[in-house]
């Protein structure tokens, strides 16, 4: 019995010893399963967090009016290619060429990018990118 508890021991043991180093590797930024994880991309720069997507603030449509549309597309990736499409944004203002406006972060270095399309934006690719390039 007394061979068994020591080896239990020792396992436990083991055990911490390997929680404090994904720990350790999770607060220095390597890879946190939930933020990020392994394989993609947190290491190069962290994965976007859209912040604001704006369709045609130029023509007085509010900020941020496609914020959630763009982070569903990209929100987690390493690298977003995206195309503005207005059959799929809608028309926030009938009869003005619409600018795209797009602003997003990278991991938990917060490193920031912003990209903008001028008008008329629908049909125009922009690609979000971490690290920002």
């Not at 967090?49 to 509010?62: E, F, H, L, Q, R």
């Not at 503005?84 to 602003?103: H, M, Q, S, T, W």
């Amino acid at each position: 019995m007394e061979k068994r508890a020591r080896r239990e021991i020792e396992m436990v043991k083991k055990l911490v010893v390997w929680a404090v180093f994904f720990v350790a590797l999770c607060l220095t930024g390597v890879g946190c399963v939930g933020d990020g994880g392994y394989g993609r991309g947190h290491w190069r720069g962290g994965d976007i967090k859209v912040i604001a997507a704006t369709y045609g603030s130029n023509c007085g449509a509010p900020y941020g009016n496609v914020t959630n549309h763009l982070a569903e597309i990209c929100d987690g990736r390493v690298t977003c290619e995206y195309i503005i499409d207005f059959r799929v944004l809608g028309d926030p203002a009938p009869n003005c060429p619409k600018d795209y406006y797009a602003e997003w972060e990278c991991g938990r270095n917060r490193e920031r990018g912003v990209v903008n399309a001028g008008p008329e934006a629908t049909g125009t690719g922009i690609v979000l990118r971490c690290p920002v390039r």
